[in-house]
């Protein structure tokens, strides 16, 4: 079969390439209608009980984390040039396009009664141009408890702004237009008052990391193209090789651009490893494919009959190879996340299309080009190769009681690390300790417990429930923000409740005492004088539902990482569902804070889920060709061992286990099996021929053993460009796939032939 597809690539060789450049051009002009994704990526499923939570609360009340804060400290936060700039600052902040409102030290209120009802008077209604003038907003401002710990930290002299964005706009490019004039006016005004300024907030948080994405794809897009041609140049030293292997992965990215666009997905901080990755990928299929016509010439010097064994031979290996490749990634879509199933859709079609582009590709130029001269330096470079690869057969020959014994001992060197591996993540942990994005969110998470949305959603059950009969919920409420106080994780709650307090403190007079919730016949008073509830206030609007059957409790917490945060919840949740005991409210912990504790948790309980379907498949795979059951499952080592080798290597390193390290495992196990498939696919060959096991054996430790070492250096150099990502997620996952895949090589050209040696009585 693979004769006659060889024999029909190369008769109808015009055709197939006519064919790839017009599907590389469409799928080129998709990709010019690829967009960044600007929305929170969803990594739980919509079936799990936080997203459902979650939903449900961004259904009643809005998308929560819609807001961007500026803060600073500096004593002179009341000197009249200085508030003066800040004033002007709120002020222009308010008027930019997108901007719903913002409150700050210059732009805040208070609750007061007004015949009938409740309402909001502004603090400050013009700028203040005399020392004294603000010197009384000072006096005005600190003495309403409401805001201390809000918009202000009364001992640090600390202060922000809190600037409410338009949700429409939230999830769309505009945020990035939004965000950066904000931080334009913030560096103005930083300039003029010589105060350093901080940024935070979900929205500034999301614009930095999309800003980045968008560079570092292209950025590993270059590198990867660089260091993976200029090993090929190493190797080969044939500038017509790079250029062959750099052509056909530059069409892979096309189509995976293409792919991208064709499917409705958008640009994630996975999808955007997409097109690099293929350029790593997708090389070695280059290097298998010349390997073997060079060393065809070099037999027999006829380039039809080199070409035709080339694609024979090499075609199902590098099939087989490229699927369980594909398979690494495509387990991932079985996790129901959407930003997983993406990724590993999106990537094992592509890995898939590159192995197609190549097949063709390589065949059909290398027809067109003249018999090539081998370098002697190539040759040179290939007799090193050869005779380390003698070695290499005596070692498995001769010396497999110490291959089995070293093997043994870095496996348990290795197991001895992985209790050391944490299982960790935190929001911004994939940052660099000093950048500006970590930096300025521990300013806030100093100053004002963190930026990072935290929501109780108390629903009573029926309408009207949070205020009826004598304020029984509210008091439930009250006594929730009491015991979560307790916690330092958290910041000042804001609620009914707060407001509530907030008007008691103006019914009384204005004195900070009456910051209080009211006994119940207080309450009564003030209620019949100006009614409480959703039409009553902003305040009361934003925290209790249209039915006024669900209340909300909001707090902003620190970037505490899941380990604490689990802590605290388990702690927190029983407390919770005690206070309510008596009650048939049902009370939900949900925000993004959450959210992002259960997506770590569900996404290592994929990674062994995803790991095993990827074993298992491939197992099958192997299965179909091979027939061979021991051979099979012992041939798993070679491609396990490696594995386990960096999980050690992240338990020493201290590199914990998160949704940008967990991907490592799948990706490589994949990358990990094309080298036994190689192997085992030219050990059957020889059998076939009828040499026996041993010799077959070393056959084909020299057959594949050169394009093996090629491949992993090449894999390795590729990968490691990942090391030069801002995020360390995705450095570390560069550093450790490269790690993984040089082992891999050397456990598939020692640990596998001794493996098949000792089980010589099998026949693959």
Request: proline fraction near 4%; glycine fraction near 8%.
């Amino acid at each position: 079969m693979w004769l006659s597809i060889a024999r029909g690539i190369l008769k109808l060789r015009l055709f197939w390439l006519s064919i790839l450049i017009l599907v590389t051009i469409g799928m080129a002009y998709l990709g010019t209608h690829l967009q960044l994704s600007y929305q929170l990526a969803r990594v739980l499923p919509l079936s799990d009980t936080t997203q459902q939570h979650y939903e449900d609360f961004k259904q009643r009340f809005g998308v929560d984390g819609s807001a961007m804060v500026m803060g600073w400290q500096d004593k002179r936060w009341f000197e009249l040039p200085v508030y003066q700039a800040w004033y002007d600052l709120t002020q222009d902040i308010r008027n930019l396009n997108g901007v719903k409102d913002v409150l700050s030290t210059a732009r805040l209120y208070t609750i007061a009664k007004k015949d009938t009802s409740w309402g909001i008077n502004q603090v400050v209604t013009k700028r203040p141009q005399r020392q004294q003038e603000v010197d009384t907003l000072e006096k005005q401002i600190l003495s309403l408890p409401f805001y201390n710990g809000l918009l202000v930290n009364s001992e640090t002299h600390a202060t922000l702004i809190a600037i409410s964005l338009d949700e429409k706009k939230l999830n769309t490019k505009e945020r990035l237009g939004i965000v950066a004039a904000i931080r334009q006016r913030g560096e103005a005004f930083a300039k003029k008052t010589g105060i350093t300024v901080h940024y935070s907030g979900l929205p500034s948080i999301r614009t930095e990391v999309t800003k980045r994405v968008s560079g570092e794809m292209k950025l590993f897009m270059a590198l990867a193209a660089a260091v993976t041609g200029l090993i090929v140049w190493i190797l080969f030293r044939s500038l017509k090789v790079v250029m062959l292997s750099l052509a056909v992965v530059l069409m892979g990215v096309c189509f995976a651009i293409g792919t991208i666009v064709l499917f409705g997905y958008e640009i994630t901080l996975l999808t955007g490893l997409v097109p690099p990755l293929l350029i790593v990928i997708g090389v070695p299929n280059c290097v298998f494919l010349v390997n073997k016509y060079h060393a065809e010439l070099a037999e027999h010097g006829q380039k039809q009959l080199a070409l035709e064994n080339s694609i024979r031979e090499i075609g199902l290996a590098s099939f087989l190879a490229n699927v369980t490749t594909a398979i690494g990634f495509g387990v991932f879509y079985f996790t129901n996340s959407r930003l997983l199933v993406e990724f590993g859709l999106v990537a094992s079609v592509c890995v898939l299309a590159v192995y197609v582009i190549c097949l063709l590709m390589v065949p059909i130029i290398l027809s067109y080009l003249p018999v090539p001269k081998i370098p002697q330096q190539e040759s040179t470079q290939v007799g090193a190769w050869q005779k380390l690869l003698t070695r290499i057969d005596g070692w498995v020959h001769h010396k497999r009681p110490f291959v089995y014994g070293l093997i043994m001992v870095i496996t348990l060197v290795s197991a001895l690390g992985l209790p050391m591996i944490r299982v960790e993540g935190f929001v911004v942990d994939d940052l660099p300790k000093n950048d500006p994005v970590y930096t300025d969110m521990r300013f806030f998470e100093k100053e004002f417990k963190g930026v990072l949305p935290f929501e109780v959603m108390i629903d009573t059950g029926k309408p009207n429930g949070i205020l009826s009969g004598t304020g029984e919920a509210l008091y439930k409420i009250r006594a929730l923000e009491r015991i979560i106080g307790q916690y330092p994780e958290f910041s000042k709650p804001r609620s009914l409740v707060d407001a509530i307090r907030f008007a008691y403190q103006s019914y009384r007079g204005g004195a900070p005492r009456y910051y209080v919730l009211p006994p119940a016949m207080a309450l009564r008073d003030m209620a019949s004088e100006a009614p409480i509830g959703t039409k009553s206030t902003a305040a009361a609007r934003a925290y209790v539902d249209s039915s006024q059957q669900v209340a909300r409790v909001s707090y902003q917490m620190a970037d505490i990482g899941s380990i604490r945060m689990q802590k605290v919840m388990s702690h927190l949740q029983p407390r919770i569902d005690s206070l309510f005991r008596d009650t048939n409210y049902k009370v939900s912990l949900t925000g993004h804070s959450l959210v992002f504790l259960k997506s770590n948790d569900y996404l290592l309980g994929n990674l062994y889920e995803s790991l095993g379907i990827a074993i298992l498949l491939i197992a099958l795979v192997g299965m179909v060709l091979f027939r061979s059951v021991p051979i099979i499952l012992l041939s798993k080592l070679p491609c396990l061992i490696p594995l386990l080798v960096t999980a050690g290597i992240m338990g020493y390193a201290n590199i914990a286990f998160k949704p940008s390290t967990i991907l490592i495992f799948s990706i490589a196990f994949g990358l990990s099996s094309d080298g036994t498939v190689y192997f085992l696919t030219s050990y059957r060959q020889q059998l076939q021929k009828g040499l026996i096991p041993a010799a077959a054996i070393t056959a084909a430790i020299h057959e594949t053993g050169v394009s093996l070492i090629y491949t992993a250096l090449i894999l390795a150099g590729g990968f490691s460009v990942f090391a030069a990502s801002g995020f360390g997620g995705t450095a570390a996952l560069g550093v450790l796939v490269a790690t993984t895949v040089l082992m891999a090589c050397l456990t598939n050209l020692i640990l596998l032939p001794a493996l098949l040696l000792t089980l010589k009585r099998y026949r693959v």
